[in-house]
DNA sequence: TAGTGGTCTAGACCACGTT
DNA sequence: ACGTGGTCTAGACCACTAG
């Protein structure tokens, strides 16, 4: 694609070019060119190879640092955002201690996972067709060492070949960060849907209480680089110690 | 307070210019010289009175527009955000139906408004003295003449005087419209903590619902211009046909 | 046509981290 | 000392809205 300047035979289709540098950059992070943790080349050499001021570099930089797709370190340079560091590791875990200060730790246990087939449901999030693959997993996480959540999880079998039981339980990182390095599929964004339910037999043996007992039920959706959904799951959180947080803006 | 423009005694406090200019704007917002819905001056009528250039100005609008204090339209001006617009209308409403289509249409019935008196975790969450005095207010949301909310609401004393169940009941806005007409109180942000609970005997019979339904129970701090905490909510929400949605970035 | 926000440029200088 | 991102400026021009 060549760039557009601001040329003469546009008809009601002006994209300004920072969104197109901003396009470009993040078909360069799909393609793998820059991986996770690494860092992009400056601005300056940026807008060499692209042919633009700094600039105009810079508000596409801008756009994606405040997706958390970039993030600038001053002095250091711009790097691609990654689920491994300390500070984002749980980025996507909005479940936190009532108590907010003894800053839980997290532990995963996986129960299943297994090839199954999409249903209409599912092939319509994906966008892909009904019957196609998917790997299912179903894992229980503890929080200070107290089964917490139970997650249902299904990934498109054709991004996630060679997933197994095995795989999941010899890492210890969190989920996102093993989809990241072993599969190069970043989350970069999720919806989440939240409902109260009631725990029904299955949920609570695994959860350890009563059935009847009130669970936040969490469906997410969760998309890769260019909207690209990659993930869905079902959540079942248990909220008597710890609560889901959220800024309204 | 005068702008520091990069001049040399500064040490170890540098703070940008578009930040000073952002905290003007703030301040100016605070002092209700601009109200909601009206337009500020234009970016360079702001840039000629603070002595700047049109860039910073743009600078410090794009954080407060990022924020939703401001809104940008182009062609016309930059405007005071409000809650009275329809399309903002009911922004820190995050519950909607699962079957999107039907834009639900809500009516409050407002229960209660008493004066009543802080408790330690409200004064504290409020930065008051304990004892102050602040308006309860209690009230059912219908959603598609269904009753779907409980809220319980604490407000300031201080900031809404005169507020009573005849104002509420004879006005048609939504509160946080409400609060901006008649108190000059405008609601930028919100912190919301949900956990999922059962419904005892009072809610069950607000809500119309069997004892033991399952409730999204939302606790939430609001926020006026400058971090201001104004409001205290605890809402139970009943998610059987409405899920409450969030995006994670 | 005039006025507003939106884009783009080029250049200077500052703050921060590393060498 | 150097390279990175961060700030600030001045000016040109484009896109949108309204009179």
Redesign the pocket.
Known sequence: MALL??SAL?E?S?T????QIKSLILQSLNNGEWKPGES?P????LAKTFQ?????V??A?DELAAENVLI???????FVATHHEAKVRYRFLSLVSDHKVPKQRARSQVLKCERVVANLEQSKAFKIKVNSELVYIQRLLFLDECPTILDNIWLRADLFEGLDLNMLNKHKIPLYGLFETEFGVSMVRADDALKAVVADEEKANLLQVKVGTPLLQVYRTSYSYGDKPVELRQGFYLTDHYHYQNRLK
Request: charged share 35%; glycine share 10%; proline share 3%.
């Open positions: 300047k601001n546009r009601a002006f300004p070019l920072y969104k992009i400056s601005e300056f050499e633009v001021s700094q600039g105009t810079r508000k930089i600038r370190r001053q002095g250091k340079g711009t």
